[in-house]
């Protein structure tokens, strides 16, 4: 069965901390690779990865895909209150599946 | 440009009932994706609409059902409600189809209670 795994499932840390979230998947005809931040609601679209070793940027936030080893990191450098959110980890398959992990929930102290 | 809109935003029914949710996608979106997110099981995939068709489908019972229009706004509907369908439900819309490579905008949730 297809899975996604994200951990850790919480992480507490200070403002300017550097974070790390993992995501590891098992998905059958992989495509790609999803991150979203949900804050109260809505899921805001991070990076989307389809190509391993390439890093998408983002300001303060990066991520990469490691096709081999079937994971993907979210970095989160000199953190921000503003940073604390649930971080939803996505995998898809080539029939258009998606499957979601439980998510990392991160909460930035000031 | 307006958000994805769904209506109602919260809403509380009795075993039994049936309810009808309404997603507004973005302007000029013709895919349109519902999720049913809880604590236990975190965001599940429902099914994907695009051109007024079902193009996807996740594992969900006969239970849920949902429908596109010609403008693209879509409407599900679940019957016969169960305790554990109380959740909230989130749709999503995108250009094309394909949630998993066409960048998805989610909106607000409907918070279901089922009691």
């Known amino acids: 069965e297809d899975k996604v795994v994200q951990s850790p499932l919480s992480l507490v840390v200070h403002e300017g901390d550097t974070v790390t979230l993992n995501c590891s998947y098992e998905?059958?005809?992989?495509?790609?690779l999803l991150w979203y931040k949900q804050e109260k609601k809505a899921p805001t679209f991070l990076f989307m990865l389809t190509s391993s070793g390439i890093e998408k940027k983002s300001g303060r936030l990066s991520s990469i895909l490691d096709k081999k080893e079937l994971f993907s990191i979210l970095n989160i450098t000199a953190t921000q209150t503003g940073d604390s959110a649930v971080y939803l980890c996505?995998?898809?398959?080539?029939?258009?599946?998606?499957?979601f992990g439980k998510g990392t929930r991160l909460h930035i102290l000031p | 440009k307006a958000g994805v809109t769904q209506t109602p935003r919260y809403l509380i029914k009795t075993r039994g009932q049936q309810v009808t949710l309404s997603c507004s996608p973005i302007s000029g979106h013709r895919s349109v994706s519902w999720y049913q997110q809880t604590p236990g099981q975190g965001l599940q995939f429902l099914f994907e609409y695009f051109s007024e068709t079902q193009r996807n489908k996740g594992n969900f019972p006969g239970r849920f059902s949902g429908r596109q229009f010609s403008n693209s706004r879509s409407e599900m509907n679940v019957s016969t409600l169960e305790l554990g369908d109380s959740a909230l439900y989130l749709c999503?819309?995108?250009?094309?189809?394909?949630?998993?490579?066409?960048?998805?905008?989610f909106g607000p949730g409907t918070r279901l209670t089922v009691l």
């Open positions: 996505a995998a898809t398959n080539r029939d258009d599946k998606i499957i």
């Open positions: 998905v059958t005809n992989f495509r790609s």
């Open positions: 999503a819309s995108s250009l094309e189809a394909g949630g998993g490579y066409n960048e998805q905008f």
